[in-house]
């Protein structure tokens, strides 16, 4: 059992002391969500090794009364196991399946993308002893290119990242949570990669009334405000210009992919509109 209730966790931070690793923003949730307070190690990406004592050259980690434990997927699964009687984290297996590939979905369509638009606001915002590291290593990562030539022209990416987020939107529509009445794992997950966007966003990434607002401010309250560093950067406002493709989709219309056939009412609109007429 954890002592006195708290779990200590190293954290990988920016010269703000805000977290910028989404993976570091989840096990942070996951704490939480098991009802334990946290020890938080502070520290960037210069050091890790010494910082733990060679346990570990990534990060998160943790610590629960002398054990520690490695890898955000990881933890989850073992604060679950360890502690069964606090509220659960991932429950069926299927969970973790279908997180994952969301998961995969949200990094190839969304934070990749960003990342080219924010990568130098990731280099200077991080502590002065990483900066060599972070432009060495991400610079390498995009074929060698220079990250001031990697950012350039991110006001036309960046209203097309927002568009192709459409599949978020309409499950939330239908959805409080990707848990469904009350955030899981996968909740965590997802909202982990925002919380890097805030670390990073030097300008705003979603319009101001993009339907994702609604959960991200319910999860970046969660747990007594733990989205709500100072240190991290507004997402909301993004101004787009003549020829921008909408940001987001103001005329959905349900599908059977989320709507259940219930008679021909249920479908009226939907019938309509695919032979093209008004719905009546």
């Known amino acids: 059992m954890a002592k006195d209730n708290r779990i200590t966790l190293y954290d990988l931070q920016l010269a703000s002391g805000a977290t910028i690793s989404p993976f570091v923003w989840a096990t942070k949730y996951a704490v939480a969500h098991k009802g334990f307070d946290m020890d938080i190690v502070p520290g960037g990406f210069t050091g890790i090794p010494e910082r733990t004592g060679g346990k570990t050259e990534r990060l998160p980690a943790i610590v629960d009364d002398g054990q520690w434990v490695l890898d955000s997927w990881l933890i989850a699964e073992y604060l679950d196991e360890k ?4 509220p659960t984290l991932i429950g069926d297996p299927s969970v973790k399946v279908c997180g994952q590939m969301i998961e995969s979905w949200l990094w ?3 934070v990749g993308p960003w990342m080219t638009c924010y990568l130098k606001a990731y280099r200077d915002r991080s502590v002065p002893e990483d900066h060599e590291y972070v432009t060495t290593s991400r610079e390498r990562m995009f074929g060698g290119r220079k990250i001031e030539d990697i950012i350039i022209g991110r006001e036309d990416r960046l209203p097309e990242i927002s568009a192709n987020l459409e599949l978020m939107r309409t499950t939330l529509r239908e959805n409080k949570w990707f848990g469904g009445d ?6 965590y997950r997802l909202l982990a990669c ?7 966003a030097d300008i705003p990434a979603l ?6 607002r609604d959960w991200l401010d319910r ?13 991290l950067s507004p997402i909301f406002g993004l101004q787009t210009r003549d020829g921008d493709p909408e940001p987001f989709n103001r005329n959905p219309v349900g599908n059977g992919l989320t709507k259940r ?9 939907e019938t309509a509109m695919m032979k093209g007429q008004s719905a009546k």
């Open 83 to 86: 502690y069964p009687d606090r």
């Open 108 to 110: 190839q369509t969304a």
């Open 182 to 187: 009350s955030p899981n794992y996968v909740d």
């Open 194 to 200: 925002f919380l890097w966007l805030a670390s990073v």
């Open 207 to 212: 319009v101001e009334d993009d339907p994702l």
């Open 219 to 231: 999860g970046f309250d969660l747990h007594g405000g733990l989205g709500r560093h100072a240190g």
């Open 261 to 269: 056939n219930t008679g021909p009412e249920s479908t009226r609109t």
